[in-house]
T-cell receptor, first 110, second 115 residues
Framework: TQLLEQSPQFLSIQEGENLTVYCNSSSVFSSLQWYRQEPGEGPVLLVTVVTGGEVKKLKRLTFQFGDARKDSSLHITAAQPGDTGLYLCAGHTNAGKSTFGDGTTLTVKP | NAGVMQNPRHLVRRRGQEARLRCSPMKGHSHVYWYRQLPEEGLKFMVYLQKENIIDESGMPKERFSAEFPKEGPSILRIQQVVRGDSAAYFC?????????????FGSGTQLSVL
């Protein structure tokens, strides 16, 4: 069983602060995805990282894939209340399915 | 609306009844995934289907749960003789051709409550 551990589980910060959340596994994935989920809705795909060491930026969000393709991080600069949500990482293998971590619940207070 | 459509959004059942959850994938997507989510937890894989075929059902309980994706019509997740522990949000996702299952497009989910 491939497990993805996300940390921290909960994070509450003030508007304008920076933060990093982590996604770790002992398994190697062909790619890794980050999703954001709001209450009462399904997850929405933010980014896919494929190459070990890859860094992708999406406005104030920076995603990094570990060199060994087992872990990833998401860094948010100058967080805003609109960033509040559940951030999920998912590892994909060539078997055709994605395994999700339990997520980080982020609350950004104005 | 070209997104993944799930219905109903909310479903209330009494213990012992049957629950049927429906999912229509995005246009052009032929792979459907069902996930289950408990409050403040991640998504647990249940089953992955292609038209008329179950590809991987390793995450689905052996009893009471079944899934299908017929040639015509939506995918159906069926739960027979529901129990309180079945209460959860059930999400369906579809995946475009290519690296199947890598990029998932989710519906808004069905919240099942068992009384």
């Amino acid at each position: 069983t491939q497990l993805l551990e996300q940390s921290p589980q909960f994070l509450s910060i003030q508007e304008g602060e920076n933060l990093t959340v982590y996604c770790n596994s002992s398994s190697v994935f062909s790619s890794l995805q980050w999703y954001r989920q709001e209450p009462g809705e399904g997850p929405v795909l933010l980014v896919t990282v494929v190459t070990g060491g890859e860094v992708k930026k999406l406005k104030r969000l920076t995603f990094q894939f570990g060199d060994a393709r087992k872990d990833s991080s998401l860094h948010i600069t100058a967080a805003q209340p609109g960033d509040t949500g559940l951030y999920l990482c998912a590892g994909h293998t060539n078997a055709g399915k994605s395994t999700f971590g339990d997520g980080t619940t982020l609350t950004v207070k104005p | 609306n070209a997104g993944v459509m799930q219905n109903p959004r909310h479903l209330v059942r009494r213990r012992g009844q049957e629950a049927r959850l429906r999912c229509s994938p995005m246009k052009g997507h032929s792979h459907v995934y069902w996930y289950r989510q408990l409050p403040e937890e991640g998504l647990k894989f249940m089953v992955y289907l292609q038209k008329e075929n179950i590809i991987d059902e390793s995450g689905m309980p052996k009893e009471r749960f079944s899934a299908e994706f017929p040639k015509e019509g939506p995918s159906i997740l069926r739960i027979q003789q529901v129990v309180r522990g079945d209460s959860a949000a059930y999400f369906c996702a579809s995946s475009p051709p290519g690296r199947v299952g890598e990029k998932l497009f989710f519906g808004s989910g069905t919240q099942l409550s068992v009384l």
